[in-house]
């Protein structure tokens, strides 16, 4: 089972900036937090990925909480393309980190 | 450089059947993974190789599903007696190596329906 809990959709206005939270109460000292999103009809596309620091780069930002029981990742003006399902995973450090899906927010960014 | 890719695409075929689902990795990734996805879920994990050898297969749902990497690029997902239930999304993923900070890279997917 999934260990982040998300809301199913969010709206946000094209150029504005888009805040999805994420939900993993029970994440523990090992297990970074990963966002991945899916455009329809293609495959999942990372985003960004942290464990306890704040992350940006090209695409996005990602806010951690101090306790680390919550993210949100921030896309700064969001655009039409970035309508798409975004999911939110953690993963342990280690080999073969699978990656265990939930069923993600569908973000739609309107004109 | 060329991502992931998959094929076929797309595959229609009859409950019972055999079917054959190949990826291409990344070229020189050693870490290969195979996802489905049904009608409105996240992908779900199947299997993950790193080189020839299948680390974890703890996600295969039964004795119907097998895959291989023989030479540690190219892999095959095998779905013996098909059923309608494995009607899906077949995603296949690489990395470079397998560590968890590695980025996944996925395929566009082969969407498999069972009559």
């Known amino acids: 089972d999934a260990k982040t809990t998300q809301p199913p959709s969010m709206d946000c206005a094209e150029g504005r900036a888009a805040n999805l939270p994420c939900n993993h109460s029970t994440i523990s000292g090992n297990e970074y937090v990963y966002w991945y999103r899916q455009i329809h009809s293609q495959g999942p596309q990372y985003i960004i990925h942290?464990?306890?620091n704040n992350e940006t780069n090209e695409m996005a930002s990602l806010i951690i909480t101090e306790d680390r029981k919550s993210s949100t990742l921030i896309l700064p003006h969001a655009t039409l393309r970035d309508t798409a399902v975004y999911y939110c995973?953690?993963?342990?450090?280690?080999?073969?980190?699978?990656?265990?899906f939930g069923a993600g927010t569908i973000l739609r960014v309107k004109s | 450089g060329a991502g992931v890719s998959q094929t076929p695409s797309n595959k229609v075929t009859e409950k019972g059947k055999y079917v054959e689902l190949r990826c291409d990795p990344i070229s020189g990734h050693t870490a290969l993974y195979w996802y489905r996805q049904s009608l409105g879920q996240g992908p779900e994990f199947l299997i993950y190789f790193q080189g020839t050898g299948a680390a974890d297969d703890s996600g295969l749902p039964n004795d119907r599903f097998f895959a291989v990497r023989p030479e540690g690029s190219v892999s095959t997902l095998k779905i013996q007696r098909t059923e309608r239930g494995d009607s899906a999304v077949y995603l296949c993923a690489s990395s470079p190596s397998g560590q968890a900070t590695d980025t996944q890279y996925f395929g566009p997917g082969t969407r498999l329906t069972v009559l």
């Open positions: 995973i953690v993963s342990p450090r280690g080999y073969g980190n699978k990656l265990v």
């Open positions: 942290g464990l306890k």
